[in-house]
Every structure is written in structure tokens, then in C-alpha cells.
């Protein structure tokens, strides 16, 4: 098990106004889990059900697990499995979901852009149980 932190990959100029970058990366190109900061593992199949879940009801940006409205909305969405990869050609990565959000809010565009909101964290309800190595 390991961790990993993932900042944000890019952002666009003030017309486009888009941030992209990992939302989640549950396994390293390795195979090894991934501990979050909370020092929690996701699997990549929870991952990816939390991720279309998401997509297909959410869709919007948050701040700082505070709010949503006005925020902005998602533009890009992709989780990377194995299978994936596979399917790409490519060789493989971290299994993880890679997201880009178009933000409307100024002030949160703000503190994209001066580096003080780096990275993207997902929210989410969950069952804690003890897993075995």
C-alpha cells in the first residue's frame, strides 16, 4: 500500500476557464492500493461506480465540501482501469479518475489560478471495515 498525491494537471486562460486534473487514483501503475490522506483505500471498483454516479447525477463542481451552487460543471470525465489501457493501446498508468471542471465562480478561479486550491478532493459516504493484507 501507498500513497500518492496528485495536484492539478492544468488550467486554462481566463476565457475557458477549465481546471483538469486527478480527481481519485485508487492503484498506482504497480498494482498497489493507494491510502488517501484519511488513510483510506477506494477500490477501483468502487471508484468507478462512485465516479458514473457522479457523472450521471452530480456533475457539479464543489468547494471545499461546502457547496456546489455556482461552483461550475464538469467538462471531462474518464476513469482509467486496466482494461482500459488495454483498450487504448497505451501503456498502463494509475488506475484512478481523471476529471475537468469549468469554473464559473470567480473567486474560486481565483484561488485556482494563485495555487490555493492545488488539487481536487472527492466527498463521499462510506462503511468502514478492517481489511486484511
Do not use: C
Not at 46 to 63: M, P, S, T, W
Not at 75 to 98: D, L
Request: aromatic share 10%; hydrophobic share 35%; proline share 3%.
Amino acid at each position: 500500500v501507498t500513497s500518492f498525491t496528485a495536484t492539478i494537471q492544468k488550467v486554462s486562460n481566463d476565457d475557458q476557464r477549465l481546471v483538469f486534473g486527478w480527481a481519485s487514483i485508487v492503484e498506482d501503475e504497480h498494482g498497489n492500493l493507494i491510502v488517501d490522506s484519511q488513510g483510506d483505500t477506494i477500490t477501483p471498483d468502487e471508484l468507478e461506480k462512485a465516479a458514473y454516479a457522479f457523472v450521471h447525477d452530480v456533475r457539479k463542481a464543489g468547494e471545499m465540501h461546502a457547496t456546489s451552487d455556482g461552483i461550475g460543471q464538469l467538462v471531462e470525465s474518464m476513469v482509467f482501469t486496466k482494461s482500459k489501457y488495454e483498450a487504448m493501446g497505451v501503456p498502463p498508468g494509475p488506475i484512478g479518475w481523471f476529471v475537468g471542471f469549468k469554473i464559473a465562480k470567480d473567486d474560486v478561479w481565483q484561488k485556482i489560478k494563485d495555487g490555493s486550491y492545488s488539487a481536487f478532493s472527492i466527498g463521499g459516504n462510506g462503511t468502514r471495515k478492517e481489511m486484511s493484507e
